[in-house]
């Protein structure tokens, strides 16, 4: 069951992914990861540092031995950071689904520039990001492929 509030993110570990923005690329990375992040109300500071510490610290890199057993922060990789209040879709009703549970840009905006700050304190380095609320074309090169589902009030 999906909990009624929480940071809902999907993460790609990716060989590439590059944001653009009317015809022009805004953010590019190769190697890392490409996070789509979907925000409610109720999200707090706590939900982006412990969510920036498992994206972190998530072992879905593949060792010498080609073992999935690195962590990002153990790699050069980069981390490409996209907002989506599509993750938020309600499709119980009817076939346009509903995105009440996303955040409006006055909550939402605050709590996204916050996560790339974390990111950044936590990585040591500069993070990628798409522009919130512009019409995006999300270009990704899944590695596995590998796509896991993080809601940051499923934590226990």
Known sequence: MINSKLMRAVIQRVKRASVSIGGSVHSSIETGLMVLLGIEDADS???????????????????????????????????????????????????RPSYIRASKPDIAIPLYESMIRQLERDLGKKIFAGVFGADMQVEILNDGPVTILIDTKERA
């Open 45 to 95: 500071q706590e939900d982006i540092q412990w969510l920036s510490n498992k994206l972190i610290n998530l072992r879905i890199f593949n060792d010498a031995a080609g073992v999935m057993n690195c962590a990002l922060a153990e790699t050069s990789g980069d981390i490409l950071l996209v907002s989506q209040f599509t993750l938020f879709a309600s499709t119980k009703k009817g076939n």
